[in-house]
């Protein structure tokens, strides 16, 4: 498990569960993850000589989040270093993880539309 940054934590702690935070918990647990990723496995960039890939996962529910709130891929780029529920839905840590850019949430997009 990684460590938390103090953003994370003060989050956490707040006392009140915004609607945005409600849904995204409920649909965690609704959609099929695990299904879903292998389905699109086959499909997806390995590693290679390039940069790493972000992780397919984390990549899916970016995508979801940008379905569920209509979200341009800047607009979903702009969400994760935003808002602190839409991190955590995607499974990042602000400062730990690599935020996507727009481009590789188009190039995913791209890929699902796809295949």
Do not use: C
Not at 75 to 102: C, H, N, T
């Amino acid at each position: 498990m990684k460590q938390q940054s103090f953003a994370t934590l003060a989050y956490q702690n707040k006392k009140i569960v915004t609607k945005r935070e409600a849904f995204l918990k409920e649909m965690e647990q609704v959609v099929p993850w695990s299904r879903l990723l292998k389905l699109i496995e086959p499909h997806y960039p390995k590693k290679g000589n390039g940069r790493p890939p972000i992780p397919m996962e984390v990549m899916l529910r970016i995508y979801f989040l940008q379905q569920w709130y209509a979200l341009s891929d800047p607009a979903a780029e702009e969400a994760l270093y935003d808002m602190e529920s839409m991190r955590r839905f995607s499974l990042l840590e602000l400062g730990d993880d690599v935020i996507p850019d727009e481009s590789t949430i188009l190039n995913f997009r791209r890929l699902i539309e796809k295949a």
